[in-house]
């Protein structure tokens, strides 16, 4: 599917097809690929294997899973991947080969400190469409404050 064409097939959501790596917590990230994951695309969530998502324990509402936790994420495949050894972030470098869409939130530095930085993965992934979000922006002067 052309993602320029605005018209989907009776039936199909219009992102259908497209795969989206999402290394995310807490709302700004979570929120933007739950709206891609609404519109039909393979939202695959990265998570720390020592208890994920920070958000999963904002409160227990939804029988010990918390309402907004699962609010940002429905919609969502999740697997937890330690990033720490040189493995974990091979894993997520392949994840990133095979996927259309990178979604991160994570605080400034922290994904070119994985390799996985826009200059890091332009050549090895050329296709790939890059989305940093960050609370203040990539410049000005709180540009490496945690938001």
Request: net charge neutral; glycine share 12%.
């Amino acid at each position: 599917m052309d993602v320029r064409d605005t018209t989907a097939a009776p039936g199909k959501l219009p992102l259908e097809g497209l795969r989206v790596i999402a290394l995310e917590q807490a709302v700004a990230a979570p929120f933007c690929s739950r709206q891609l994951a609404d519109m039909g695309a393979d939202v695959i969530k990265i998570e720390r294997p020592d208890g994920g998502d920070f958000a999963r324990g904002y409160d227990s509402a939804l029988g010990g899973l918390s309402a907004y936790f699962a609010w940002l994420n429905r919609g969502k495949r999740s697997v937890a991947l330690d990033l720490k050894p040189a493995a974990g972030r091979d894993v997520l470098l392949r994840l990133l080969e095979w996927a259309d869409v990178f979604v991160h939130n994570l605080a400034p530095g922290a994904v070119e400190r994985l390799g996985c930085g826009y200059e890091q993965l332009a050549d090895r992934c050329p296709r790939l469409i890059w989305c940093g979000i960050s609370g203040y922006g990539p410049d000005g002067p709180y540009r490496d404050r945690k938001a």
